[in-house]
């Protein structure tokens, strides 16, 4: 059974900086592409970046580019996110997302992870 | 950015009914479209790829049609457990975009 499962949200002044981890079991996850989309609360969904199977192909939404880096451990079958220079809009669950090919070309989603909270204030 | 917009934004109906969602794309998006479910506090799941491919396990009560910048998902015989927030989501290209979502609601 696929199994994502993130962590590392919490709360966060603005300026501040989170990584979120993905962890994930139930395939070969160093065969797929993975990525992360986020959903402000009461809000619609926003995709946040997007990594190819090997790691050596990274996209990011223009809202988030310069700030986030997507990044992968294919030995720790573990996704991350590395989240700089926080904004209050960035505050969102943040979903991890599995794609059914390796590359990291525009995807739909197979799977997806419960989410994690963000919350960015002072 | 490709915008989609789906409608209706809520919709209100009774176990046994069958009920269509649109989908909309502000561009030609040919048949990259998918539809999932997501229901409070639990993690999204995928239903219809390719605007027309169940994904694999999900009963055949819901059904995608369409190609270009019009597209429907339709759940048939509607149970308890279908009554959830359904969106469609394109990715002919980045950055991948979503509608913003159809609540359905029992009546």
């Known amino acids: 059974e696929v199994q994502l499962l993130e962590s590392g949200g919490g709360l966060v002044q603005p300026g501040g900086s989170l990584r979120l981890s993905c962890a994930a079991s139930?395939?070969?996850?160093?065969?797929?592409?993975m990525s992360w989309v986020r959903q402000a609360p009461g809000k619609g969904l926003e995709w946040v970046s997007v990594?190819?199977?090997?790691?050596?192909?990274?996209y990011y939404a223009d809202s988030v580019k310069g700030r986030f880096t997507i990044s992968r451990d294919n030995s720790k079958n573990t996704l991350y996110l590395q989240m700089n220079s926080l904004r209050a809009e960035d505050a969102a669950v943040y979903y991890c997302?599995?794609?059914?090919?390796?590359?990291?070309?525009?995807?739909?989603?197979?799977?997806w992870g419960q989410g994690t909270l963000v919350t960015v204030s002072s | 950015d490709i915008q989609m917009t789906q409608s209706p934004s809520s919709l209100s109906a009774s176990v046994g009914d069958r009920v269509t969602i649109t989908c909309r794309a502000s561009?030609?998006?040919?048949?990259?479209l998918a539809w999932f479910q997501q229901k409070p506090g639990k993690a999204p799941k995928s239903l219809i790829y390719?605007?027309?491919s169940l994904q694999s396990g999900v009963p055949s009560k819901f059904s995608g049609s369409g190609s270009g910048t019009d597209f429907t998902l339709t759940i048939s015989s509607l149970q308890p457990e279908d009554f959830a927030t359904y969106y469609c989501?394109?990715?002919?290209?980045?950055?991948?975009?979503f509608g913003q979502g159809t609540r359905l609601e029992i009546k």
């Open positions: 990594i190819s199977n090997s790691g050596g192909s990274t």
């Open positions: 139930g395939f070969t996850f160093s065969s797929y592409a």
């Open positions: 390719a605007a027309s």
């Open positions: 997302a599995k794609a059914p090919y390796s590359s990291s070309w525009a995807s739909f989603f197979d799977y």
């Open positions: 561009q030609d998006i040919s048949n990259y």
């Open positions: 989501q394109q990715y002919n290209s980045f950055p991948i975009t």
